[in-house]
């Protein structure tokens, strides 16, 4: 099993769509609580993330929001691939904390689609990659208990609780903020001993 957070990037040709961004994007500034995204909206950039913090928030009927994605540095932001087709975003994706993204317009890439084979076999892998992300993480969700995906949370990003508040943590494990503190405490109880 990968290491990686966000498991995606091990199948989506990461360097091609670095130097995507980079090459021929735009360094933007996003200040905490900044929408990369709007919900109800076509995205209109995908990023590679310079330095930062965003996390993925979707709503549910009732307003409540939840926590369904965390991106860090080195990696990407985008709502793909429905803004490549046109639609409205399902979620907000949110700075976290102060960051500094290469943004490439969802236009451009959408255009060279129609004549680029090798591009529409990229946007191919990376959604299946992200698909199989996704998919592993509701498998999880229904068949781990809530101390193992935290276990694993916290191996796969140490400094998480550095970066992302208690709150949003326990949003993205789908449990309460109390649930949470307590399985901290029984890991910092574990290690002591």
Not at 12 to 21: A, N
Not at 64 to 93: K, M, Y
Not at 113 to 124: G, N, S, T
Request: include cysteine; glycine fraction near 6%.
């Amino acid at each position: 099993m990968s290491k990686k957070f966000n498991t995606y990037i091990d199948g989506i040709t990461p360097d091609f769509w670095r130097d995507l961004c980079v090459n021929e994007g735009q360094l933007r500034h996003y200040d905490r609580g900044d929408e990369f995204v709007t919900h109800g909206e076509v995205a209109r950039f995908l990023g590679y993330i310079k330095s930062g913090t965003f996390k993925y928030i979707a709503s549910s009927s009732t307003g409540e929001e939840h926590v369904i994605g965390l991106e860090f540095t080195g990696e990407f932001i985008a709502d793909f691939p429905f803004s490549l087709t046109g639609q409205p975003s399902r979620v907000s994706i949110v700075a976290e904390s102060p960051a500094d993204v290469y943004c490439i317009p969802v236009k451009s890439v959408a255009d060279r689609l129609q004549d680029d084979k090798r591009l529409r076999q990229i946007v191919a892998r990376s959604t299946e990659a992200i698909f199989a992300t996704v998919y592993d993480r509701y498998i999880e969700l229904c068949t781990r208990s809530p101390q193992d995906r935290y276990d694993d949370l916290i191996t796969r990003h140490p400094d998480l609780f550095s970066l992302f508040s208690l709150r949003d943590i326990a949003s993205f494990l789908n449990i309460t903020p109390t649930h949470l503190s307590r399985l901290r405490r029984i890991t910092v109880g574990k290690s002591r001993r």
